[in-house]
């Protein structure tokens, strides 16, 4: 049989916008989230992770097979994403890694990804200074994460202009993708031939078209299968693997012409926003696979095989998910999430506010920059292998290659903080910064919050030059105005949730004292992207007050600024501190130490009226207080602070309803009206037990039972996101210390009896991260078992088994694969 030139590609656009506090470099609680701490860490275990070690499963739902995606699709993952996943899930990372290298085996030696412009920009909307940086900063990341240069590159939104694509071109990129309508004609590359329009989104989508553009350079392009990609992303398509590999197939045209049937839509299809769409994925294309009249495909190893034969014009500025083109991200058009009586008027002076501070900083950067660069924006695009190493040599690399001459320290603490308020300018324009509904959302929020950082960082810089950037800007702001009355406009949204948010050296100062009055840290630490070295620390009390005297050096990682301070810290207990802090650079050692035993003296005579007013007369100030927390902070020590109370408040609950339960059976027995104080009361203290019975260890299964029958007896409501959540993290810890035993009995015991522990609660659990472990331990116990007698071997095996029923595995199955299919994680 003649090989098939049928072949299918499916292209998964994984991204989520940077959501690090630009302060800190970290991502902070997003409450939305729940139960995960935040966004990126939610989607990550919904659909990054889940592709990586897809599940296949059996008609008895048992698991058969588990695959990673990534090896056999096409896919690009945004650059400030994989930086997240590099430091945040790592696991998931090296699944990632592991898929783009067995895609080189699987297509030619072409990889399945495609590298992304940076921060998701929109390119026809950005000047032809930022659009170089994005796509050379782009290049750099990938090369960074896949070791070689990238075949492709995806536009964010596919929103494209003829500039850009040149862009692309001219810095070595071969392909991109776009979606069908933005098409404008085609035309043979055979000599005088015509042009035939392609209006309607017409195009055939089978195969590469070539631009060609008057510089001489070109680009292939492929535009996706706009129908079937419609289908996956919005009309359930993923609801059957077989439906999904059906559809795939209808896509060729009747003729032996090479042909390309390919799909391209967000990569969190696959999981987040359909549950279980990596499952439909992973299946979809083990039945290609097993098709021998089609063959997978990726971008690069089509094009190889089958060069353009057409070559194509597009509509300028257009997008795949906007039907005005790119006016989505500029103004009101009318594409937006939905909400009804919502305008987004808001948009046009937002994209104003940043150009025009964009424009305003870049003479300032030209001139401070010629003072420390041969080339200032030359550095701005190297600037990007400090982003991705944040190393002193790595910093010494880029200062070598692009100063204009021997940089003091000083100098060069300059110079980063140039090169941070230029990266700031790319990252307030992210995109889902005018996707949405309004200008409060949290997207919006923080891409306003990357302006303030760059007005920061200006006025750092520029001084008297940069006073008047934060009023324009902010009467700019004032110009977009929200369709939520309490948030007013752009410059109130400003006010109330971004300006609280700036930080310096100070606040880092205060935030490492008062911590270090619930924690207990090294004499070197890092503190988020600031390093901290405690000088001296001392501690006085009386009953419940406390008072903590100390000294600490704060540097920041990121643009080398440092400075010393003193600070004092009074507890009073609970919630109640007050503290200050003040710089120094030449310590007056006898000042401090009179006034520390001046301070200590009060304290042992618990006259702390007197300690607040000393405070004062040193420090000049007492300004700071557990609202000056960073948030996760002040989260984790409200929560310490909070405990005890809960507790009193879970015990008096319990009590209430133990003392009652029996008539409250007989209520839900007869049917009769129950209590709220009663029912609440029991919801409480079911829920409570229940976490209880999870987190003892080993698991209380008995206690569980008890739990889960009064739950039903009495029609308690479970607490099921937050119980669930539990009983999977329990479960992966229980796999993990197993893992790490090498074979123990007591441990396998353990896991086993978990795992018979969480199949009886009557809800979905994610063993999602067990379940991996599960089959690592299969893979691995050949050497770890090596010591074994056949009678123990037998005992274990047959207790590992019962474990993986429990975890809903087809031990027999899957103990078959390749185990080459699958590198499992996180």
């Known amino acids: 049989m003649a090989p098939s030139k049928r072949f299918i590609c499916i292209h998964g656009h994984f991204y989520q916008p940077p959501r690090e506090n630009p302060w800190l470099e970290t991502v902070e609680t997003q409450d939305s989230a729940a139960p995960y701490h935040d966004w990126n860490e939610r989607v990550c275990a919904e659909c990054y992770a889940t592709n990586g070690a897809a599940r296949i499963v059996s008609n008895k739902d048992q698991i058969v097979r588990i695959v990673n995606n990534y090896s056999r699709i096409n896919f690009d993952f945004g650059p400030t994403l994989m930086s997240w996943l590099k430091e945040n899930a790592p696991r998931t990372y090296r699944m990632i890694l592991d898929g783009e290298r067995r895609s080189r085996k699987n297509f030619n030696g072409h990889s399945s990804a ?120 919005f009309e359930g398509l993923l609801n059957s693997g077989e439906a999904f590999a059906s559809r795939l197939k209808s896509g060729f045209e009747d003729n032996t012409a090479p042909q390309l049937v390919h799909v391209a839509t ?139 001459h021997a940089l003091s320290e000083p100098e060069r603490v300059r110079a980063l903080e140039l090169m941070e308020m230029q990266r700031h300018a790319q990252l307030m324009y992210t995109s889902c910064g005018w996707f949405f509904d309004d200008i409060s959302g949290i997207e919006t929020v923080q891409v306003i919050a990357y302006a303030a950082r760059t007005l920061q960082l200006a006025q750092v810089l520029f001084g008297s030059d940069a006073e008047a950037l934060e009023p324009a800007f902010l009467a700019r702001l004032a110009e977009a105005r929200s369709n939520v009355a309490t948030s007013g406009n752009g410059a109130l949204i400003y006010a109330a949730s971004v300006a609280s948010m700036a930080l310096g050296l100070e606040q880092v100062a205060a935030h490492f004292a008062i911590s270090s009055v619930f924690s207990s840290f090294a004499d070197e630490t890092d503190l988020y992207c600031y390093h901290v070295r405690r000088i001296s620390n001392e501690i006085h009390t009386s009953g419940r007050g406390r008072l903590l005297l100390g000294r600490a050096h704060i540097a920041s990682a990121i643009t080398g600024e440092q400075q010393s301070f003193s600070f004092a810290v009074l507890h009073f207990g609970d919630q109640n501190i007050t503290a200050a802090v003040k710089a120094y650079q030449d310590f007056d050692a006898a000042a401090f130490e009179a006034f520390a035993a001046q301070a200590a003296a009060l304290v042992e005579r618990a006259s702390f009226p007197d300690v607040i007013r000393l405070l004062d007369r040193y420090y000049g100030h007492v300004d700071y207080s557990l609202i000056s927390l960073f948030r996760d902070e002040q989260r984790r020590i409200i929560q310490l602070i909070l405990n005890s109370t809960l507790w009193d408040i879970e015990t008096s609950l319990t009590t209430i309803y133990e003392d009652h339960a029996n008539l409250l059976h007989y209520l839900s027995q007869t049917g009769l009206p129950k209590p709220r104080a009663l029912t609440l009361a029991a919801g409480f203290a079911i829920n409570a037990g229940l976490r209880r019975a999870l987190e003892t260890d080993p698991i209380d299964q008995a206690l569980l039972r008890s739990f889960l029958q009064l739950a039903k007896a009495d029609q308690v409501e479970l607490e099921t996101p937050s119980l669930s959540y539990l009983a999977d993290q329990r479960m992966k810890r229980a796999m993990i210390e197993l893992q790490m035993s090498s074979g123990s009995f007591e441990l396998l015991e353990r896991a086993l009896t978990m795992a018979r522990a969480v199949v009886e609660l009557p809800f979905d659990l994610n063993l999602w991260q067990a379940q991996n472990i599960w089959y690592e331990i299969l893979r691995t116990s050949t050497y770890s078992l090596k010591g074994f007698g056949a009678e123990e071997r037998l005992r274990w095996e047959k207790n590992f088994g019962e474990l993986g029923a429990c975890l809903s595995i087809d031990c027999t199955a899957i103990s078959e694969q390749d185990p080459a299919a699958v590198t499992t994680g996180d």
Not at 141 to 158: A, N
Not at 169 to 193: E, F, W
């Open 266 to 404: 967000d990569g969190e299809s696959y999981g987040h926003h359909h549950k279980y769409g990596e499952m439909a994925l992973a299946y979809t294309l083990k039945l290609l696979e097993q098709d021998k009249t089609v063959k997978l495909a990726n971008y690069g190893s089509f094009l190889e095989q089958f060069p353009p034969e057409y070559e194509a014009e597009i509509v300028e500025d257009t997008s795949w998910s906007c039907v005005h083109g790119v006016e989505r991200w500029r103004s009101d058009c009318g594409c937006n999430g939905g909400k009804p009586g919502f305008n987004q008027a808001w948009r046009a002076p937002l994209r104003q506010a940043f150009d025009e501070l964009r424009d305003a900083v870049a003479p300032l950067t030209e001139r401070e920059g010629a003072a420390l660069f041969n080339d200032v924006w030359a550095a701005r695009d190297g600037y990007i292998q400090v982003v991705l190493d944040r190393s002193e040599e790595s910093a010494d690399r880029f200062f070598r290659a692009h100063q204009s």
């Open 114 to 233: 495609m590298a992304q412009v940076y921060n998701h920009v929109i390119m026809p909307l950005a000047n032809t200074r930022d659009r170089i940086t994005q796509i050379r900063w782009g290049i750099a990341d990938y090369i960074q994460h896949f070791g070689t240069p990238p075949e492709g590159m995806w536009l964010s939104e596919t929103a494209a202009d003829t500039e850009s694509l040149e862009a692309l071109a001219m810095n070595g990129i071969r392909y991109t993708v776009l979606a069908p309508h933005q098409c404008k004609r085609i035309r043979s590359l055979k000599s005088d031939a015509v042009w035939t329009e392609t209006s309607g989104a017409s195009v055939d989508t089978t195969h590469p078209y070539l631009l060609r553009f008057k510089s001489g350079a070109s680009i292939a392009v492929f535009f996706y299968d706009g129908p079937a990609s419609r289908a996956i992303a």
